[in-house]
């Protein structure tokens, strides 16, 4: 049946067959063969796919590589196979067995993202009568701007940024601080070495050559340099160098080929070649880190609105790269999932993309850039009104647009010499403030002081504002840590009431705001206990709250109860000690212990806080099951309960909050500017009901209920299940640490403008909903992302680029105002193939991620799986439809820049929250967490990574011969995630942001287990035990090693995840360690193959 005409946006025709075309057109057997052509993204082309029956299976084989790109071609983007970055199989496919489940005011962070290539240029071809001829491209008529007069410095001077963690950081967590030191520069003041932009023909993020090579390496015990006053871009963009690290860098690894890939079978029986399966690229295993500027000087002769482009994609977010700001923020603060915007939302619902935004506004970059910063806090550079008094007017606050409210940034235009300014947003004209003006010259009306103004040049830029500026609505509110903790009868069981004591002893001298910060400690059972620590009082003060049904404040006002740190901090920590021992001697029988009033707890709290604000960290140990808030039984108990079972209709039940307390709390305790932080560290079942639960059960503790109180005031929900005191303790301690101390920043509001034609949708993550437009956060982190759906509102002009800004207001630690503002601009396409080849894949999965959170309370888990794979197919069925409509029916044709999306949905298909096996708490807990996390995070929840750590480690047995055994290993090369590269001799390392599992193989070597583990047979460590471990370094050169690979595994990842000891055999190997495999068939679905069989059957069957 002959595929209908593509529609107008699909771009030129393609040519007839034997003309390269882009694809690869492979009969099974068949090697590669094509060109490129003009404006045709590149793609994987699977041969053999075909939806009806289909022949034997043949052997996978690759064919002649195709010629190489134009010289032009620069590498700049991620997952390309080398050489013309396509990739094609030949082998035919068995069709799958059946598997289950498939059925505007004022508001503020640092730099990002990226646009879109110019096109190409037609590669040449043997010429054909019936060939259409290329379209032409308009030429841009070239000019070279005038060079700018003398700079003139600007009003606000720069400051340095917000400050990170106090010195020590968080014991296995990231600490801030820790990016390079800026690149050289030449003699003449530019940046030496940065890689030529990418053309529309690149497709491989690789290191540029040897003598454009950015080396970013740390001295070690080097201390910072100096802060410049003003940056001069690119050069002078500077990182800050890290304090030594505790953990030394890992030594990077040698290039290897992935483990799994089978060999191609000569004797007549063939098979298909995994090795040829579209797999993610692993992160560059060098130490050098590739230099990405986010807008670039365009090639060719086509007109563009701007001087510079976007750098179209991105890099991969788990990759090693710096960010030179050149315009467009840092993709670590603003990704979009297209970075070729469809001009009309009928190309875009062609295409089958979303158009989505993630925005970190505070993430990890605002700790390792010197961001630039201009200080308004001042009134130095205002110009008074005449005839009054100039103390009578406050300073001036950023420039911005007069009607949508834009904040001035890279893009906007000068024109009338410099008077009147446009802006870029909604096209507004208007006046230039009198104290702003400065001359502009030529035709791109460029200011004289172009060069000393950061929100001229930069994407990302950050404003210091005065309390008396519209921006500050009050003094400056006291970063207060409010800590409740459950000293009921199971907590002290388990050991949590211990371990939460122990965190917050740990971590009152590593709070954020350092001298101003307040603490307030409470614990309850039945009753409520507030204590008091004052200089004034010779020890401390106990004061009661018995009404839990209706709980109070303990005291009029907040300064009564919390406590001043930098003169009582050796005083509250005496009192603390003194519960660690009076819990330790007692013996909590009573009834009164039994008990937990954690609802009453928290309001009684929240109403202390109401003056001022703060965070509020909430150590839950048992369902509160007193006082008001609390909850009867747990979802999902009980005979006849909705369970999590894919055919059962009632499914989603057990997701949907049955006490609606702790949502109405977390709105009051929002208003207020207080952000709940909720830990919940249920001990294990114990007794005859551990049998009927499973090993390693958790109480249940009802979080379902209590998580709104966290994720509705921008706090996070950190869930211990089966806690045991011995192994625990460890991350608990760096939690608390990592929370309190981390980059933050307090009562915060963040609003995303967006050009003429588009607006916001939408926001998900972890914020209060207040109204329509804004992101209420009484807290924000750098950890914090929040997910923005954009619509249509007119079509776009391809001629020029659409921008979006995200603004985040808010105070810091140190009490001063700041707001934080990114900017992204992105080009307009008419052409859908343009679209397809500027698709972000990571955001595009961040998109089904957070779908499949947002459903999980109204939809069964059958019904979400066919959701997402439906989504996959619709995008893939129109790139096979409009893109690459001369390929064989028998390939299923993947865009290069998507041909991961089949592998990360089918992981998505068997992620935490849609299988069977976790109990309810710790499904909740992945939904929330994942509604939350930034792009790096999610891509790690969505597929972790494997790693084989025996061979790095016996690789110092060698060095040892030659009499030097490094302690420091190399970093060890990540591995596929299945099974057929697993071997039974090694040791395995598998992260996936919560855990990190150690697998032990049944044939390792017994001498390598002895010197990591103490002994010869690592069943004696779980196998009458817990299967959590607790990393112990022992006195051998392996056992330092070993550790060096697990704190540098946490470090990269900002999470001290608990380690699993698995030995072979377990129930605990297939559940948390084969399961998590997710090339591999299972109980949770079906194989990488089998996943892309099913596929491409879909794709055809939409052709019928």
């Not at 009927?692 to 994720?711: D, E, M, W």
């Not at 437009?773 to 001629?799: G, H, M």
């Not at 992945?926 to 061979?951: A, E, F, I, K, P």
């Amino acid at each position: 049946m002959a595929a209908p005409p593509p529609p107008p946006g699909a771009g030129p025709p393609p040519p007839p067959p034997g003309l390269g075309n882009g694809h690869y057109r492979m009969p099974p057997g068949h090697g590669m063969g094509g060109s490129a052509a003009p404006l045709q993204p590149q793609q994987t082309a699977l041969s053999g796919l075909a939806g009806k029956p289909m022949a034997p299976p043949t052997t996978m084989m690759a064919g002649a590589a195709r010629p190489p790109p134009p010289p032009n071609a620069a590498a700049g983007m991620t997952g390309a196979i080398p050489s013309n970055g396509n990739h094609a199989m030949g082998a035919a496919m068995p069709p799958p067995p059946p598997a289950r489940g498939m059925a505007g005011g004022p508001l503020l962070g640092p730099g990002a993202a990226s646009g879109a290539p110019p096109p190409m240029p037609p590669m040449p071809a043997a010429p054909m009568a019936s060939q259409p001829p290329p379209p032409r491209m308009p030429s841009a008529p070239s000019s070279s701007p005038m060079p700018p007069p003398p700079m003139a410095g600007p009003p606000g001077a720069m400051m340095p940024t917000m400050p990170g963690p106090p010195p020590g950081g968080v014991p296995g967590a990231f600490r801030p601080g820790g990016m390079p030191p800026p690149p050289p520069t030449s003699a003449a003041g530019g940046t030496a070495g940065f890689p030529p932009p990418p053309t529309a023909t690149a497709q491989q993020l690789q290191p540029p050559p040897p003598q454009q090579q950015q080396q970013y390496q740390q001295p070690p015990n080097a201390p910072p340099p100096p802060l410049p006053q003003m940056p001069q871009p690119p050069a002078n963009n500077a990182f800050r160098p890290a304090p030594p690290s505790a953990v030394p860098p890992l030594a990077p690894a040698p290039k290897q080929q992935q483990p799994m890939a089978r060999k191609q079978n000569t004797s007549g029986s063939n098979r298909i070649d995994p090795s040829q399966i579209p797999r993610p690229k692993a992160s560059p295993l060098d130490a050098k880190a590739t230099v990405y500027m986010t807008r670039v000087t365009p090639s060719g002769n086509v007109q563009h609105p701007y001087p510079t482009v976007a750098n179209v994609p991105p890099p991969a977010s788990r990759s090693s790269f710096v960010v030179q700001d050149t315009g467009n923020c840092s993709p670590r603060f603003m990704r979009a999932s297209v970075n070729n915007v469809p001009c009309t939302s009928e190309l875009l619902g062609t295409s089958g993309l979303p158009l989505s935004i993630a925005v970190s506004p505070l993430a990890v970059d605002a700790a390792t850039i010197t961001l630039p910063i201009v200080d308004l806090s001042s009134d130095a550079t205002a110009v008074p009104t005449p005839g009054a008094a100039a103390s009578s007017q406050p300073p001036p606050g950023p420039v911005r647009c007069a009607r949508c409210k834009a904040y001035i940034n890279p893009f906007f235009r000068f024109v009338d010499d410099g008077k009147r300014m446009k802006c870029n947003m909604c096209g507004h004209t208007q006046e230039v403030p009198p104290h702003y003006f400065s001359p502009a010259y030529g035709t791109d009306g460029r200011r004289a002081d172009h060069d000393t103004r950061p929100e001229l040049q930069f994407g990302t830029v950050e404003y210091v504002v005065s309390p008396q500026s519209e921006y500050s609505v009050r003094p400056a509110m006291l970063p207060v840590y409010a800590f409740v903790i459950d000293a009921s009868r199971n907590a002290k069981m388990s050991g949590a009431f211990h371990a939460a004591i122990e965190a917050v002893i740990g971590c009152v001298t590593s709070l954020a705001g350092g001298d101003r910060a307040r603490v307030i400690v409470a614990t309850y059972d039945r009753h409520v206990h507030f204590y008091r620590v004052s200089p004034d009082l010779e020890g401390h003060q106990l004061l009661v709250v018995p009404d839990i049904d209706e709980p109070y404040a303990p005291t009029s006002g907040l300064s009564e109860l919390a406590c001043d740190v930098s003169k009582c901090s050796e005083k509250l920590v005496e009192v603390l000690q003194g519960l660690l021992e009076a819990a330790s001697s007692a013996q909590p029988t009573a009834a009164a212990g039994m008990a937990s009033a954690g609802g009453a707890a928290v309001e009684s709290t929240i109403a202390a806080m109401k003056g001022n604000g703060g965070k509020l960290l909430w150590f839950c140990a048992s369902m509160p099951d007193v006082g008001i808030g609390k909850v009867t039984s747990a979802p999902g108990a009980g005979p006849g309960a909705p369970s999590m079972s894919a055919d059962h209709k009632d499914a989603m039940k057990i997701m949907q909050s049955s006490v609606k307390h702790y949502a109405d709390s977390a709105k009051i305790a929002a208003e207020h500017q207080i952000c709940v932080h909720l830990l919940t560290l249920a001990g294990p079942v114990a007794g005859a009901a551990a049998g009927a639960a499973g090993a390693g059960s958790s109480l249940p503790i009802g979080l379902v209920n209590l998580a709104p109180l966290a994720t509705n005031t921008g706090g996070d929900v950190r869930h211990y299940p089966a806690f045991r005191y011995e192994v625990d303790r460890e991350q608990v301690l760096s939690d608390v640490r990592w929370i309190v101390s981390r980059p933050q920043g307090l009562e915060a509001l963040m609003r995303v403008r967006c050009s003429a034609g588009l607006s916001v949708i939408d926001y998900s993550g972890s914020y209060c909903r207040r109204t329509p437009v804004d992101v209420d956060l009484p807290c924000v982190d750098c950890d914090k992302n929040i997910f923005v759906r954009l619509r249509y509102d007119d079509t776009l002009q391809e001629s020029e680029e659409c921008c979006v800004q995200a603004a985040a207001l808010y105070t810091s630690p140190d009490g001063t105002r700041r707001i934080r503002v990114h900017t992204l601009s992105l080009p307009c396409t008419s052409v859908l193939g343009n679209v397809f080849r500027g698709a972000d894949l990571e955001i595009n999965v961040k998109h089904r991620l957070v779908e499949t959170c947002q459903m999980l309370p109204v939809k069964p888990p059958a019904q979400i799986k066919e959701h997402i794979t439906s989504r996959c197919v619709d995008t893939l069925y129109a790139y096979r439809k409009f893109c690459a409509t001369n390929s064989s029916s028998g390939q299923l044709i993947l865009p290069e820049a998507l041909k991961l999306l089949p592998l990360y949905t089918l992981a998505l298909n068997k992620a935490m929250g849609l299988r069977m096996e976790p109990e309810i708490d710790e499904r909740v807990a992945w939904m929330h967490d994942c509604l939350s996390l930034n792009v790096d995070s999610s891509m790690d929840t969505v597929y972790g990574q494997l790693m084989r750590v025996d061979d790095v480690l016996l690789e110092s047995d060698s060095a040892a011969a030659d009499g030097a055994v490094p302690d420091v290993p190399r970093k060890p090369s990540p591995l596929s995630l299945t099974s057929e590269g697993i071997d039974a001799t090694g040791i395995y390392l598998f992260a996936n942001g919560r855990d990190l599992l150690c697998y032990v193989g049944k044939r390792a070597d017994p001498s390598l287990v002895h010197d990591l583990f103490g002994t010869d047979d690592p069943d004696t460590l779980c196998g009458n035990g817990p299967r959590l471990w607790t990393l112990m370094e022992f006195d051998s050169v392996h056992s330092k090693q070993f550790t060096s690979i697990v704190l540098h595994t946490r470090t990269e990842r900002c999470k001290h995840m608990r380690l699993r000891l698995l030995r072979h055999g377990s129930r605990e190997e297939t559940l948390r360690f084969f399961d998590s495999l997710i090339e591999d068939r299972s109980t949770a679905g079906m194989s990488y193959v089998e996943y892309l069989c099913h596929v491409h059957r879909q794709i055809q069957n939409k052709f019928v």
